[in-house]
């Protein structure tokens, strides 16, 4: 009898261990599968925004799919190709330009990347020129900044403040060149490192120059993507978060820290909304709302402006610590800065011990000002539904309604973001679905057993949810 009870508790323990074995399994999938969406959906999206926004003049642009190019280095270092180490992958396609591609930067560098001459058009009222890129980096007591040469003359740095510390995923930095207008200019990406540490380094991508007239969304939800929003020292980006509130405030996307872990120790960094002039409508006082979750250890966040160029200055009456169980909006009055041009921003600061989920921003508002106005949706409505049965053997009912007629793609990815059946692609009338799936692929093949997703594309709006197939 003791024989037989230490075999079935063998037994048992085996089955437990299989079953977390599975369950971290399925967390891990879950979470690359959702960082694997967001890239499909934030794609779809950058369509939508291109037909909805201003559009711009495209001055230059740089991915480096082609090599270095017209680049060149002045003191070593830098090259351009597939990186194998820090961000290990470029933003969009296979090449970066990078410090390093395959190691750790070494001591005493002191080198810049420098594109070839780009000549900047002269603007019209309200129009600027932005410089975007794409950037991971990863230094020790070092740091990178951005630079400009006009007319031949000596380098300026331009970017505030300096890179430092580390970003643990790809994050836009934006800054206005309009008062180069009219000027034949090089751009170039200067970095340092000092006499003791070194690492990974600094990866740079998607390079874009434009002209065009700034938009400032009010509201903004993050639905189009981050636009003309900037991260000043890494770490925030936009997407589908998988960590923290896991679900946005409304949509699917967010601003956050970190969209899929917690936030690194030693952060500094600001997402910069575009600017905007506070011209008040009679009688009213401008009031900035917005919605946010965050969880901090020893860290804080807090809102700051920038008027008309000058330094930060923090607006929030409450420095934002521990931690909210739920989405909560926040209100700040805007009167002191009438008829002035801001930029308003989320500063985050963490210390050296703990670290958390993070700050996550999400349908961000300006009351009382001639910009105060809904954004028309310019999609039909739609609403996805969660399966049933879920998880499921043998078939499974997605349901989802139609406000209008529209476009409408429904489709199964598998856990590495590979479409795996396509149930609907084709216009349908407004009204009330529902699709069977019977769990096999477009080559009537039966799929794994193993979490699935489905995605509802209506006119290009994207609506996600998981499934669980087990046979």
Known sequence: ??????????????????????????????KNLRRALTAIALSSILIIASQCTVSGQTIFFEDFE?????WYADNGLWDAGIATVGPQAAHSE???AGTVLDGNFHHNANTRIISQSISLPSLLSGEKIQLKFWQWFRFSDDNGRIQISVNGGDWQTISSPVFDGYSTNWTQY????SAYADSTVRIAFYFRSGNYNNDNGWYIDDILVEKKVVPFNNPENFELGVGDCSAD????????????PMTAHSGQFVAGTVMDGNFHHNANTRFILPEVTLTPLQGQAPTLFFWHWYRFSDDNGRVQISVNGGDWQTISSSVFDGYSTNWTQYAIDLSAYVDSTVHIAFYFRSGNYNNDNGWYIDDIRIEGTTDSKEIPAP????????????????????PYILTQPAPVELVIYNAVGQRIKTLINKPQPAGEYEIQWDGKGNNNIQV???????ILKVDSIIQIKELVFIR
């Open 66 to 70: 082609s090599g270095i190019g017209n």
């Open 233 to 244: 020292n890494g770490l925030w980006e936009v997407g589908i978060p998988t960590v923290g």
């Open 448 to 454: 794994s057993n193993g979490v699935y997703w489905y």
């Open 379 to 398: 999609f039909p409505e739609s609403t996805l539904s969660q399966n049933y049965p879920n998880p499921f053997s043998f078939s499974t009912t997605i």
């Open 174 to 177: 934006v800054t206005d060149l």
């Open 1 to 30: 009898m003791k024989k037989l009870f230490l075999i079935l508790c063998n037994e048992a323990a085996q089955q437990n261990r299989k079953q977390r074995l599975l369950a971290i399994k399925a967390t891990r999938i879950k």
């Open 94 to 96: 296979e090449n970066v």
